[in-house]
């Protein structure tokens, strides 16, 4: 036997290893390629390791377990009550509270001397019984008139004896420049049997309007009053009898400040 063949004799071995170091080559290839292909979307990364470091780390903690392009926004601390910067806050804003409140103050009392004029001006002219007038309430005042002592069923048309009554709020309301006046027409459920009015809506915009007018023909500047209808939207009482029915069809005057009291 020459020298060739015996080194060929001693190199043969089992068949099966060069298949199984071709597959794991092939296999390694596959892998490199996937690697190749994929892609570390880094904000999500980012973001994750920011969440993970926020809910792992503590005062006492050392570092950052997965290092971040930027620090790891600080954990939320709850404020110190003892704090000057929060003391000082909270009486400044402690003390726009009570000036706003002895502001309202000032205007119910201003309110509860027109509330007197306005019940003096009535008296004198025995309408008293036909205006609900309301409490001062939040630098507010409420007289509260029935549509039917205003107007007849269905009607626009003020009634002339209820013109003294309007005279009255008129007076009062000119005595007060610091205050305007806001006119609300209110009715009940039943449907407006009429071909002008289609609907209660219709019906209680004509009828504060119809106040309106009286009041700026008489003096009252436009740039101080305003008339809104509300139909049966706002009602007092249930529209469940006729009698919570005929309070519900009513006039509203609000009487508010616009300047503050000097």
Do not use: C
């Not at 004799?9 to 597959?23: M, V």
């Not at 390694?28 to 470091?53: D, G, I, Q, Y």
């Not at 503590?58 to 929060?86: C, F, G, H, Q, Y």
Request: zero cysteines.
């Amino acid at each position: 036997m020459n020298r060739k063949q015996q080194l060929l004799d001693e190199n043969e071995g089992p068949g099966w290893i060069t298949t199984f170091a071709d597959l794991m080559t092939l296999l390694l290839v596959f892998f490199v390629l996937l690697f190749s292909m994929s892609s570390v979307e880094h904000e999500a990364f980012e973001e994750a390791a920011k969440s993970l470091n926020i809910a792992l780390s503590r005062d006492s903690a050392p570092a950052s377990l997965i290092p971040l392009l930027e620090p790891a926004a600080e954990t939320t601390r709850i404020p110190d009550l003892n704090d000057p910067a929060i003391i000082n806050r909270d009486a400044e804003l402690a003390d726009q509270m009570r000036f706003q409140q002895a502001l309202v103050d000032a205007i119910n009392v201003e309110l509860e001397e027109i509330v007197a004029d306005i019940e003096g001006s009535l008296a004198e002219k025995d309408m008293g019984s036909w205006v609900e007038i309301g409490s001062p309430l939040d630098g507010k005042l409420n007289l509260k008139v029935n549509a039917a002592v205003m107007f007849e069923p269905g009607s626009v048309e003020i009634r002339r004896s209820m013109m003294p009554l309007l005279d009255s709020v008129l007076e009062v309301v000119l005595d007060n420049p610091g205050f305007k006046l806001e006119i609300h027409g209110h009715t009940d459920d039943q449907p407006v049997d009429s071909e002008r009015f289609p609907s209660n809506w219709e019906l209680s915009a004509f009828r504060a309007t119809a106040v309106l007018r009286f009041l700026i023909e008489g003096g009252l500047s436009p740039q101080r009053v305003v008339a809104s209808g509300y139909g049966d939207s706002m009602p007092l009482l249930p529209n469940t009898s006729e009698d919570n029915r005929a309070a519900n069809r009513r006039l509203e005057f609000v009487l508010e400040r616009t300047e503050l009291p000097r």
